[in-house]
């Protein structure tokens, strides 16, 4: 019995004798005699290869992977991903030299033979036994086409890839049978063009279209003669013939295509020659697959749009279905991004704030009414290297951002007022506000047990000169934490809770807010995207949507176009038209006489409110017009930086206010999204001023000592949590000499005299 040879491959006669089964069995299927392989031939050991007949009978073609490409709302491209880089193209969009060149290199007699070629298997048992091994193969288009098949289908599995292409004699006969049924069921050309569309080119690219960009930056119908025998020659071995990495091998493989060209007449000799005298003409582009390379600064969008579709189940009941299309690809999705916007935010947070500084910013646009993503950036890009991140700070953690979102500050007061207007308070609504007090207890919640102070917590105003009494207009245009206790006190935590769910708001990491006074002064972590959609609910007077991303998509399969369904914004209403009007003239204020006069619009109605977090690590403006909402952190990702004695942007700051820099920011990107579009005004309500002047101080403009709200959130201990990664390595549960769950910010821990501003 001959040996195996040392390396573990077959010896010349068994390889032999393998291409003579095979060749047998070929003979007769074409005959039409149904025999079981194994059994009638004796070329396995028992059970190892399935009877012929037992084949299943229908081989279905695999909907081949393809690139996905994102839209912005306009048409134009953000961005490609791809598991495969495939562009499917007709026969008729393929070059004929490339058809020609294919053929004769990979199965000259392709048109003469049916699914097997009983004499290339006999040539090449006579070539492989002269030469002592496998020199030549047998394998028709046809054949290949079916192994490509498997291969497509094993995807990405290494395990099924092995099986799909392990040198068994099984597979060859699977192999054998589903080919004389694709050459039954497709004819000639399809199979070319199945093939030209599923094999592998090298450099990432699959399918004849994405090798003729890749290699030469042109549509597959615009190949030449040497083009389409260059790219024919790689498909034997991608890495050997690899143009790019070996251009001397690679042209001596183009060579022999050409030569094999004029030896089937497909060409004249002469053609030949002249092809082979030149050069290869590369013009390379690279690879550009996934979000990190899309345009205007809109890969952290893109990536929210990749974390939608694998995350929602209108694109498939599981998580694995899911995965199953994306993976698949040939998508063509529309999103809501609009152009100007995004380019505007990216414009205004460049021109305020470097990517190299010690703090970052992130902004989003949502369209009030539709809830649209209009906008979405960061001055830390889209990367892997130093100041660059893969994380979004503007969305949730489920979404690709901080595992917490990042504390709003006095940004959270208008839920609070939007509460007590929704449970009948007016406009004038009046508190002692003094400058310092403890927090009233107990404060009923949505349960049976109220809030209580048991640790007789205190908090004070931003400045000592801020003093009592004030109606509601004043204390939102000075942002008074006194104001807002009392009447989070006065109404309840339970109206501000169900106020807040219908205005979609939780923490960055899904999680509803505790029921505990201090969520009126912003100390729980929210996204930028969270603030940016619940403040379109004002601006729309009322009606809160559910942000999308996402317009339509449409999925070519097997040259057929279909449209998927795809996630819809929810809108109802959240407060009433009143109660919306009313937040509406209230945020008009700040921005016209109170913390946020920096932001303000000159040209269009607007309204917004500041926030400024403990010690300084965070500052927020989010503001609107009729029909734009938008929402402006700086801060640091890891709560880390106190944001005083700093530069940023180039300009310094001896002390940041939500004012002073997400301040401009706002505006600058808000008017830039805004040129050239419409005007509209607020529906604004008239509410009555004290009578007396106060004459009081910006209450955005903390005192010398920095004293805060004493929210007992005054001193970082642990830090901010991004993607599961927190300063120290953990994220251990804060502890407090406070009542359990009374203060539950996500950063900080401490004595209470750091505070929320305005």
């Known amino acids: 019995m001959p040996k195996k040879r040392s390396g573990g491959g077959l010896s010349p006669t068994q390889q032999a004798a393998k291409f003579l089964g095979v060749s047998v069995l070929a003979g007769a299927v074409m005959a039409g005699i149904a025999?079981?392989?194994?059994?009638?031939?004796?070329?396995?050991?028992?059970?190892?290869?399935?009877?012929?007949?037992?084949?299943?009978?229908?081989?279905?073609?695999?909907?081949?992977?393809?690139?996905?490409?994102?839209?912005?709302?306009?048409?134009?491209?953000?961005?490609?991903?791809?598991?495969?880089?495939?562009?499917?193209?007709?026969?008729?969009?393929?070059?004929?030299?490339?058809?020609?060149?294919?053929?004769?290199?990979?199965?000259?007699?392709?048109?003469?033979?049916g699914a097997v070629d009983l004499k290339g298997i006999l040539r090449a048992l006579n070539q492989n036994a002269q030469n002592g091994g496998v020199a030549q193969g047998a394998s028709t288009l046809t054949q290949q086409l079916v192994k490509n098949y498997f291969v497509e289908e094993a995807g990405d599995d290494p395990t099924k890839v092995a099986q799909a292409t392990q040198q068994t004699l099984g597979r060859k006969i699977r192999e054998l049978k589903y080919a004389i049924q694709l050459e039954e069921k497709l004819g000639k050309k399809k199979i070319l063009e199945n093939y030209l569309n599923i094999t592998f080119f090298g450099e990432q690219a699959y399918g004849i279209e994405a090798a003729a960009q890749r290699y030469f930056s042109k549509p597959a119908k615009e190949l030449n003669l040497q083009e389409s025998a260059l790219l024919a020659g790689i498909v034997q071995s991608p890495s050997r013939y690899d143009p790019v990495n070996d251009e001397a091998e690679a042209t001596k493989r183009r060579n022999t295509v050409l030569q094999r060209m004029a030896d089937v007449h497909d060409i004249s000799q002469q053609e030949a020659d002249a092809a082979k005298e030149k050069k290869l003409g590369l013009h390379v582009s690279r690879p550009k697959n996934g979000c990190i390379t899309a345009v205007k600064g809109a890969s952290f969008f893109c990536k929210y749009v990749e974390h939608v579709f694998l995350s929602d189940p209108v694109f498939g009941k599981t998580k694995e279905a899911r995965a199953k299309i994306w993976n698949q690809g040939g998508l063509t999705i529309r999103t809501t991004l609009d152009p100007q916007s995004q380019e505007s935010v990216q414009t205004s947070i460049k021109s305020h704030v470097n990517k190299s500084d010690k703090v970052a910013a992130a902004a989003t646009l949502v369209e009030p009414g539709t809830g649209k993503i209009l906008g979405m950036g960061q001055s830390k890009p889209y990367g892997y290297g130093k100041n660059e991140t893969e994380y979004n700070f503007s969305v949730n953690y489920d979404m690709g951002g901080s595992n917490y979102g990042f504390p709003t500050g006095s940004t959270f007061k208008p839920f609070v007022a939007a509460a007590a207007l929704e449970q009948g308070r007016p406009a004038t609504q009046e508190y002692s506000s003094p400058y310092k007090m403890p927090y009233p207890s107990p404060v009923q919640t949505c349960g049976s047990k109220p809030w209580t102070n048991q640790a007789n917590e205190q908090v004070p105003n931003e400045s000592k000169s801020e003093v009592g009494p004030y109606r509601l207009k004043e204390a939102m245009a000075k942002s008074v934490n006194t104001y807002f206790v009392q009447m989070i006190s006065d109404i309840g935590l339970c109206p501000v809770m169900n106020q807040i769910d219908?205005?979609?708001?939780?923490?960055?990491?899904?999680?509803?807010?505790?029921?505990?006074?201090?969520?009126?002064?912003?100390?729980?972590?929210?996204?930028?995207?969270?603030?940016?959609?619940?403040?379109?609910?004002?601006?729309?007077?009322?009606?809160?949507?559910?942000?999308?991303?996402?317009?339509?998509?449409?999925?070519?399969?097997?040259?057929?176009?279909?449209?998927?369904?795809?996630?819809?914004?929810?809108?109802?209403?959240?407060?009433?038209?009143?109660?919306?009007?009313?937040?509406?003239?209230?945020?008009?204020?700040?921005?016209?006489?109170?913390?946020?006069?920096?932001?303000?619009?000159?040209?269009?109605?607007?309204?917004?409110?500041?926030?400024?977090?403990?010690?300084?690590r965070n500052a927020w403006f989010v503001g609107y017009t009729p029909n734009l909402s938008g929402a402006v952190w700086v801060g640091s990702a890891t709560q880390k930086v106190k944001m005083v004695n700093i530069t940023i942007g180039g300009a310094y700051h001896a002390k940041v206010y939500g004012g002073e820099v997400p301040g401009p920011i706002w505006r600058d990107l808000m008017t830039g999204a805004l040129t050239g579009k419409d005007s509209p005004a607020f529906n604004l309500v008239d509410i009555p001023d004290l009578d007396k002047d106060k004459g009081r101080d910006d209450g955005d403009n903390g005192d010398d000592n920095g004293n805060g709200n004493g929210n007992g959130n005054g001193n970082s201990t642990n830090g901010d949590t991004i993607g599961g990664l927190t300063d120290g390595g953990t994220f251990p549960t804060p502890s407090f000499s406070i009542p359990e769950g009374w203060i539950q910010g996500n950063t900080n821990t401490g004595n209470g005299n750091g505070g929320q501003r305005g």
């Not at 491209?77 to 193209?89: E, G, K, L, P």
């Not at 204020?589 to 403990?614: C, H, M, P, Y």
Request: proline share 5%.
């Open 35 to 113: 025999l079981p392989a194994a059994g009638a031939l004796g070329l396995a050991a028992k059970g190892s290869v399935q009877g012929f007949d037992d084949i299943p009978d229908n081989l279905k073609s695999p909907a081949l992977s393809q690139r996905t490409t994102i839209l912005d709302s306009q048409g134009s491209q953000i961005a490609t991903v791809y598991s495969r880089d495939r562009t499917v193209v007709d026969l008729k969009d393929i070059s004929p030299y490339m058809q020609k060149a294919i053929v004769a290199i990979e199965d000259s007699r392709f048109y003469q033979h």
């Open 502 to 616: 219908k205005l979609g708001v939780v923490q960055g990491n899904g999680d509803k807010l505790p029921q505990v006074p201090s969520i009126a002064l912003g100390a729980k972590g929210i996204s930028p995207l969270t603030m940016a959609t619940a403040y379109a609910a004002f601006a729309s007077r009322g009606m809160y949507c559910t942000p999308i991303a996402i317009e339509s998509i449409a999925q070519k399969i097997d040259g057929k176009q279909k449209s998927l369904e795809v996630p819809k914004s929810t809108c109802q209403r959240a407060m009433s038209e009143k109660t919306a009007d009313t937040v509406n003239t209230l945020l008009s204020g700040v921005i016209d006489s109170g913390t946020g006069q920096q932001a303000g619009l000159t040209d269009r109605a607007n309204a917004g409110k500041t926030g400024t977090t403990d010690e300084r």
